[in-house]
């Protein structure tokens, strides 16, 4: 059962729902030149659909809102977009920073810094955003908002330069650099200062691993800038975790809101189902190492060759943590890492099949495994001590199949977790309506809401009532023993 308190809700970003119509273009991210490059298009690397002809949040939010309200939904994440605010650079700004070498120590902000760096942002910008904060509190609900998902200003990050002429080459390098984390500092203290009145919590950073692993690693995903390097990977991500610990300083300089980051987590499993050295390995390289950054303050050894680092400076930067879930991975020994995945689990399955092990499997591909959700929410609760809310768990399902008993047996899970004594402070479904699902264009469908981009149309799936009568009832006993697979 589901206390009174226990929240509720959808989340949304920025890039991927806000462009398609009048007057919602930005233009000046990173993401916006890739999608449309013509290398990228013609190579297949993103799918060619453009994100201004997407759901248009940005202008139809009320109606959105009151959609969400009148299902029961009493929470929500939303994103801001830093290059919608700041278009152009705020380098010019000064502020104290304390450096040593890469490292990134402290971000002073003053009043007067504060007030320069508004002088560059695009106000009109920003009294829109509040505008949708002020709909989203006026009709009752929780506000979280994310600074960062995915996107960049293109000042920050030009991935076609970084492509063509080697991320060491190009000042707008992006999290490789440790500017990023100073300019990342500076917008979060404006938004704290602008927002912070009409904001329930803070997020910094959304999935700041998927960034760095697909951007220099796993470069076939279509993430910016396809530039494989391990090196690039490895500064990007401890630059993203200095980013998180700097932005968390000023948010808290100027809020006495709780600050969080969302980390994308997927548990690993020994393919012959006993544990072993290779799933502790995978376990700490994919779900712990970033986390362990910016809790313990240790930069661990994550390859050979990386050395270890204490940093005081990034310690206890949480107040909770954000736990987006999808599926499991099932690793065997060996590799260069010493596992590896098998396919047939997790996220290497055929798309509409059936798993290895009988579970239904997504239209992208994903496999549906409710358990891992709750092994999660257990085995960060067992290292961190942290507050947690589940900020995305959602399926890829455009006829609506699945995505019910997705669901109910999911949410199940964080039932049972939180019968159990673990401190889950809210629910949040990716998501409420259909998106731009960045690289994959608009064919991913994870809305509880289906959109039909050509017309802005939104009609709810019957997930989205199933979503509603649960959120009612506060608990999911009654409807998942109707769920046709093991959880």
């Not at 002020?134 to 009709?139: Q, S, V």
């Not at 997705?406 to 949040?428: Q, T």
């Not at 690289?439 to 809305?447: E, I, L």
Request: aromatic share 14%; proline share 4%.
């Amino acid at each position: 059962m589901f206390g009174r308190d226990f929240l509720f809700g959808v989340s949304l970003s920025g890039f991927q729902f806000e462009m398609g119509g009048e007057g919602s273009l930005d233009p000046n991210s990173d993401w916006f030149v890739w999608v449309r490059d013509g290398v990228n298009v013609a190579s297949g690397l993103v799918s060619g659909d453009l994100p201004e002809n997407g759901a248009d949040y940005w202008n139809l939010y009320e109606k959105d809102h009151e959609m969400m309200t009148d299902l029961g939904i009493g929470a929500i994440r939303i994103g801001v977009e830093w290059s919608r605010i700041f278009p152009k650079s705020t380098k010019s700004i000064q502020v104290d920073v304390e450096k040593d070498g890469e490292i990134v120590k402290k971000v002073s902000i003053s009043q007067k810094a504060l007030k320069e760096i508004e002088g560059l942002a695009n106000m009109k910008a920003v009294e829109h955003y509040r505008k949708i904060m002020k709909d989203i509190k006026e009709k009752g609900m929780y506000l979280m908002v994310n600074l960062n998902h995915f996107s960049l200003p293109l000042w920050i990050h030009d991935p076609i330069k970084v492509r063509r002429l080697g991320v060491e080459n190009v000042k707008e390098n992006g999290w490789y650099s440790e500017d990023t984390v100073v300019e990342f500092a500076k917008f979060a203290a404006f938004c704290a200062k602008h927002f912070d009145d009409l904001v329930d919590s803070w997020v910094t950073m959304n999935e700041p691993q998927v960034v760095s692993s697909l951007g220099y690693v796993l470069v076939g995903a279509g993430f910016p800038p396809s530039y494989p390097s391990f090196e690039a990977y490895v500064k990007a991500s401890v630059n993203l975790a200095q980013a998180h610990a700097r932005a968390y300083d000023s948010i808290k300089a100027l809020s006495s809101k709780d600050v969080g980051i969302i980390y994308s987590f997927s548990p690993a499993y020994s393919a012959d189902g006993k544990s072993g050295e290779h799933v502790e390995i995978a376990n700490y390289q994919h779900n712990f190492w970033f986390v362990d950054m910016i809790t313990f303050g240790e930069i661990g050894n994550l390859f050979e060759g990386l050395a270890e680092a204490e940093r005081d400076d990034m310690k206890n930067k949480l107040d909770f943590l954000g736990v987006n879930y999808y599926t499991r991975t099932v690793v065997d020994k060996g590799g260069p890492l010493g596992w590896r995945v098998v396919e047939g689990y997790g996220y290497g399955c055929e798309p509409y099949s059936t798993s290895k092990a009988g579970y239904p499997v997504s239209q992208v591909g994903w496999e549906v495994y409710p358990r891992g959700l709750y092994d999660v929410i257990k085995m960060l609760h067992e290292r961190y001590k942290l507050d947690m809310i589940v900020t995305e768990n959602g399926i890829a399902d455009p006829k609506d199949m699945l995505r019910p008993y997705y669901l109910i047996s999911h949410v199940s899970e964080v039932e049972r977790a939180l019968s159990e004594g673990y401190p889950i402070l809210g629910y949040f479904h990716w998501s409420f309506m259909d998106n731009y699902e960045w690289a994959k264009g608009f064919d991913k469908r994870f809305g509880l809401v289906e959109v039909d981009f050509k017309t802005k149309e939104r009609r709810p799936r019957p997930s989205a009532y199933v979503y509603s009568q649960m959120i009612r009832r506060r608990t999911t006993k009654g409807m998942v023993e109707s769920v046709p697979y093991e959880i």
